[in-house]
């Protein structure tokens, strides 16, 4: 979770220093063409110094994009939401916890109780949670794989024209 917040926090950086000497983001149609075609003429040597142009790479070896297919995201899933979520998730498991050690059997069903409005909560958050298990999918991907590696750079321009 902390690595994705850091992205979030990296993100709003590279934001925040728009018009700067720091990063610069599109402004205009014209922007995102240009910036297009500099990644384009970055990505197609690669694409041929690792030899992931041929038939066999077409559609195959999709290491990220196919976890946008899992996902039937409403809008109302948020960044905040999501965090709530997992803050709501992490309670639940410290009150269970604290339900183990309680030696008093009326703390133990005050908890119970507790741990009964929170699960009701979560309820609520079923798309933050695909969301979160999709995110750890993509944490766990083997990122010193060969194939996965030529995967990724394959399917990169699409994943940026998603992105930008």
């Known amino acids: 979770m902390y690595s994705q917040l850091v992205s979030i926090c990296?993100?709003?950086?590279?934001?925040?220093?728009?018009?700067t000497n720091g990063v610069r983001l599109p402004q205009s149609q014209n922007d995102k063409e240009q910036m297009v075609k500099r990644v384009k003429e970055k990505i197609e040597p690669l694409q041929k110094h690792y030899d992931t142009t041929g038939k066999k790479w077409l559609g195959n070896h999709e290491?990220?994009?196919?976890?946008?297919?899992q996902l039937n995201s409403k809008a109302s899933c948020t960044c905040r939401s999501l965090l709530l979520d997992r803050m709501l998730n992490i309670t639940e498991t410290i009150?269970?916890?604290?339900?183990?050690?309680?030696?008093?059997e009326e703390a133990k069903t005050?908890?119970?109780?507790?741990?009964?409005?929170?699960?009701?909560?979560?309820?609520?958050?079923?798309?933050?949670?695909?969301v979160w298990?999709?995110?750890?999918?993509?944490?766990s991907i083997e990122v010193e794989n060969g194939t996965i590696q030529k995967g990724a750079l394959n399917s990169f321009l699409i994943l940026y024209d998603l992105a930008n």
């Open 10 to 19: 990296a993100l709003l950086l590279a934001v925040s220093l728009q018009g």
């Open 63 to 69: 290491v990220l994009l196919s976890h946008l297919n």
């Open 95 to 104: 009150f269970q916890e604290m339900r183990v050690k309680a030696k008093n």
């Open 133 to 139: 298990r999709e995110l750890q999918d993509i944490h």
């Open 110 to 130: 005050s908890l119970t109780d507790v741990i009964t409005e929170v699960k009701m909560l979560r309820h609520n958050y079923s798309e933050e949670q695909k």
